[in-house]
């Protein structure tokens, strides 16, 4: 009977081991696929890791930083051994012994942390862990342990033990989303980790294990009595003595968490506008996008230069700017000052005569980082503060003409275009200085006649305004009748030529960093002669002339020189002043965003106000 018994539990069994064997096929044979696939799937390239971007002023001040997460890599020289020998000990002893993985240790674990809640002991190696932040989740599955072994064993074959570690002391989470021991030094105590004392870096390593029970600026006591047990932890391994590890965990501790910085918003927005540019110019975007045939194909190359800048602000690069940080915050204060009534807006630009650099600007009134910064987006009619650049000085460039060489101002109609000189006066001849003191339209319009639109046009080539095209070659552009416009950093640029004849495209970068401090990209452009000396010095003069009798009255005369031109558009639409001392060449736009009359605030000369104050050297 026992036998008959025997015998059918044998046959009933027998599906049971059939389904047990062939899982444990489809395992051996999952596993020998994922382990012959490791070197396809594990590459040891750099992760896809956004490093900050840092920003500096003329003094050499970091101004600005953008990040989401804080990251600065550290090679594993710079790392100290201290902090090295904090986490070999305290997570894997026998890091330099095993190949990747540590059975061991697994169920070391089980008893360490049974029998302490505080000293919590991972069995993951540090190797397991790197593989865990670069190429798996933190899912807790069999599947995802499984995996997580295997990838172990086959980087220990791909990287050294000191590659490994590097790769685990630059990535690991200190929370409040910073990464990495060399990170976490300059957040939570503001100097590099070389500078830290034993207690503070004991300190951070106590983070790690868990970071949101160990956030320092949440649960400070919790991090502090950790980082005393992790210093017992080194006594115990004789790694320091006892009397060290006591006089460590009575060493008080004061953190100095790091505060983004995030000044200057107006100026730092256009830097990374500028960036784009620069790269655009110099890895041949720009080439690209200038001679693509069809619109879908300068798409394709304006699509592959952000994306090849957003690749190159991920890298961690440093930027060095000719920000003047206190005439930033001077002008900013100085115009939101003036631009209080409701809605009124303004964009400006200050550069500096002798560097051609941008120094401030101004973005608008409220201005939040990711705003429309009118310094250089702003696209309005520039009224006739684009006559000296494309009336006067082609004209004077033309022929042996000066400011005392006579000018027909009377009335003037091309076609059906007839320009009426402001409130309607009619002139008869004038001289040049004296149409140009006054803004007298018809004359402007006359000359660019008498110089050809054509060549008029050619003299604004160098400054390439990049909305002034062929369809704006008429009359009316004479008084700044655009189909557009310029941006207030357009017209100051060109402005700048006046300055001694030469022109250099001004820019706010001086160069582009690695984090190694390796120049990647810097402006490599050479002055253009634009203007002839004489057709500069008559400028001048007549720009100075408007502010001692024209229409630049109010204008404060500074230092030996100061020259601007005003203008205006069509029902005081916009309010505009450009020009220069001998500091700095300025150019401002005063109107409403969705353009009104601002023809009371022409009336009190608010346009010059802002001049003023932006051309000034004195700062508080």
Same mark, same amino acid.
């Given at each position: 009977?026992?036998?008959?018994? $025997?015998?059918?539990?044998?046959?009933?069994?027998?599906?049971?081991?059939?389904?047990?064997?062939?899982?444990?096929?489809?395992?051996?044979?999952?596993?020998?696929?994922?382990?012959?696939?490791?070197?396809?799937?594990?590459?040891?390239?750099?992760?896809?890791?956004?490093?900050?971007?840092?920003?500096?002023?003329?003094?050499?001040?970091?101004?600005?930083?953008?990040?989401?997460?804080?990251?600065?890599?550290?090679?594993?020289?710079?790392?100290?051994?201290?902090?090295?020998?904090?986490?070999?000990?305290?997570?894997?002893?026998?890091?330099?012994?095993?190949?990747?993985?540590?059975?061991?240790?697994?169920?070391?674990?089980?008893?360490?942390?049974?029998?302490?809640?505080?000293?919590?002991? #991972? #069995?993951?190696?540090?190797?397991?862990?790197?593989?865990?932040?670069?190429?798996?989740?933190?899912?807790? @599955?069999?599947?995802?342990?499984?995996?997580?072994?295997?990838?172990?064993?086959?980087?220990?074959?791909?990287?050294?033990?000191?590659?490994?570690?590097?790769?685990?002391?630059?990535?690991?989470?200190?929370?409040?989303?910073?990464?990495?021991?060399?990170?976490?030094?300059?957040?939570?105590?503001?100097?590099?980790?070389?500078?830290?004392?034993?207690?503070?870096?004991?300190?951070?390593?106590?983070?790690?294990?868990?970071?949101?029970?160990?956030?320092?600026?949440?649960?400070?006591?919790?991090?502090?009595?950790?980082?005393?047990?992790?210093?017992?932890?080194?006594?115990?391994?004789?790694?320091?003595?006892?009397?060290?590890?006591?006089?460590?965990?009575?060493?008080?501790?004061?953190?100095?968490?790091?505060?983004?910085?995030?000044?200057? @918003?107006?100026?730092?927005?256009?830097?990374?506008?500028?960036?784009?540019?620069?790269?655009?110019?110099?890895?041949?975007?720009?080439?690209?996008?200038?001679?693509?045939?069809?619109?879908?194909?300068?798409?394709?190359?304006?699509?592959?230069?952000?994306?090849?800048?957003?690749?190159?602000?991920?890298?961690?690069?440093?930027?060095?700017?000719?920000?003047?940080?206190?005439?930033?915050?001077?002008?900013?204060?100085?115009?939101?000052?003036?631009?209080?009534?409701?809605?009124?807006?303004?964009?400006?630009?200050?550069?500096?005569?002798?560097?051609?650099?941008?120094?401030?600007?101004?973005?608008?009134?409220?201005?939040?980082?990711?705003?429309?910064?009118?310094?250089?987006?702003?696209?309005?009619?520039? $009224?006739?503060?684009?006559?000296?650049?494309?009336?006067?000085?082609?004209?004077?460039?033309?022929?042996?003409?000066?400011?005392?060489?006579?000018?027909?101002?009377?009335?003037?109609?091309?076609?059906?275009?007839?320009?009426?000189?402001?409130?309607?006066?009619?002139?008869?001849?004038?001289?040049?200085?004296?149409?140009?003191?006054?803004?007298?339209?018809?004359?402007?319009?006359?000359?660019?006649?008498?110089?050809?639109?054509?060549?008029?046009?050619?003299?604004?080539?160098?400054?390439?305004?990049?909305?002034?095209?062929?369809?704006?070659?008429?009359?009316?552009?004479?008084?700044?009748?655009?189909?557009?416009?310029?941006?207030?950093?357009?017209?100051?640029?060109?402005?700048?030529?006046?300055?001694?004849?030469?022109?250099?495209?001004?820019?706010?970068?001086?160069?582009?960093?690695?984090?190694?401090?390796?120049?990647?990209?810097?402006?490599?452009?050479?002055?253009?002669?634009?203007?002839?000396?004489?057709?500069?010095?008559?400028?001048?003069?007549?720009?100075?002339?408007?502010?001692?009798?024209?229409?630049?009255?109010?204008?404060?005369?500074?230092?030996?020189?100061?020259?601007?031109?005003?203008?205006?558009?069509?029902?005081?639409?916009?309010?505009?002043?450009?020009?220069?001392?001998?500091?700095?060449?300025?150019?401002?736009?005063? #109107?409403?965003?969705?353009?009104?009359?601002?023809?009371?605030?022409?009336?009190?000369?608010?346009?010059?106000?802002?001049?003023?104050?932006?051309?000034?050297?004195?700062?508080?």
């Amino acid at each position: 009977m026992r036998q008959v018994t $025997g015998l059918l539990l044998i046959l009933l069994l027998f599906p049971l081991l059939y389904v047990i064997q062939q899982g444990i096929v489809k395992e051996w044979n999952d596993s020998k696929q994922l382990q012959d696939s490791m070197h396809d799937t594990i590459t040891l390239t750099e992760p896809f890791v956004p490093i900050p971007i840092s920003m500096t002023d003329r003094d050499g001040r970091v101004f600005a930083e953008e990040y989401v997460e804080w990251r600065q890599p550290l090679t594993l020289d710079e790392i100290p051994l201290f902090a090295r020998d904090l986490f070999l000990t305290s997570e894997d002893k026998g890091f330099f012994e095993h190949r990747g993985y540590d059975i061991a240790a697994i169920f070391r674990a089980f008893a360490v942390n049974a029998a302490n809640d505080d000293l919590q002991q #991972g #069995g993951s190696t540090i190797t397991q862990q790197v593989v865990r932040m670069r190429f798996l989740t933190n899912e807790k @599955t069999y599947e995802r342990k499984f995996k997580e072994l295997l990838y172990a064993a086959e980087l220990e074959k791909h990287a050294s033990k000191e590659e490994i570690l590097e790769m685990y002391m630059n990535e690991m989470f200190f929370g409040n989303q910073v990464y990495g021991i060399g990170a976490a030094a300059t957040f939570y105590f503001s100097r590099p980790i070389s500078e830290l004392t034993h207690a503070e870096i004991a300190f951070l390593a106590a983070i790690p294990n868990n970071p949101s029970r160990y956030d320092p600026l949440k649960h400070f006591d919790k991090t502090k009595k950790r980082q005393e047990l992790l210093l017992s932890v080194l006594a115990n391994n004789d790694i320091i003595s006892a009397e060290e590890a006591t006089a460590l965990q009575q060493e008080p501790i004061q953190l100095h968490v790091k505060r983004k910085a995030n000044e200057h @918003t107006m100026y730092s927005s256009y830097v990374l506008a500028e960036l784009e540019k620069l790269i655009g110019r110099v890895e041949g975007f720009e080439h690209k996008i200038r001679q693509a045939k069809t619109d879908d194909e300068k798409q394709l190359h304006k699509d592959a230069l952000k994306r090849r800048t957003a690749e190159v602000m991920t890298s961690g690069i440093q930027i060095e700017t000719a920000l003047h940080s206190k005439k930033q915050r001077s002008d900013e204060a100085r115009m939101s000052a003036l631009v209080t009534p409701k809605d009124l807006q303004a964009g400006a630009v200050v550069i500096d005569n002798v560097t051609k650099e941008i120094v401030s600007l101004y973005g608008g009134k409220d201005f939040q980082k990711g705003d429309f910064n009118r310094a250089y987006r702003a696209i309005r009619q520039p $009224g006739s503060a684009m006559k000296p650049l494309l009336v006067y000085a082609p004209y004077l460039e033309s022929g042996p003409y000066n400011e005392r060489t006579p000018i027909d101002s009377s009335a003037i109609c091309i076609g059906a275009y007839c320009p009426q000189n402001i409130g309607g006066y009619t002139y008869g001849t004038t001289t040049l200085k004296e149409a140009f003191r006054h803004s007298h339209n018809t004359a402007a319009v006359r000359l660019l006649r008498k110089v050809g639109i054509e060549k008029a046009f050619g003299y604004l080539q160098p400054f390439q305004f990049e909305h002034i095209t062929k369809a704006d070659y008429t009359y009316p552009a004479a008084l700044g009748g655009f189909q557009v416009g310029v941006t207030p950093l357009e017209l100051a640029s060109a402005y700048s030529s006046f300055v001694d004849g030469t022109y250099v495209e001004p820019h706010a970068i001086r160069t582009v960093k690695s984090r190694s401090g390796d120049i990647l990209y810097r402006w490599e452009e050479q002055p253009l002669e634009v203007w002839s000396p004489s057709t500069t010095a008559t400028i001048r003069t007549l720009l100075e002339d408007v502010v001692v009798n024209g229409t630049g009255k109010g204008i404060t005369y500074r230092t030996t020189y100061t020259g601007a031109k005003t203008g205006t558009t069509d029902r005081y639409k916009d309010l505009w002043v450009a020009g220069l001392n001998d500091a700095y060449t300025t150019a401002v736009w005063i #109107g409403f965003d969705k353009p009104a009359s601002i023809e009371k605030y022409s009336k009190v000369k608010i346009h010059l106000q802002a001049f003023n104050a932006l051309s000034s050297e004195s700062h508080p």
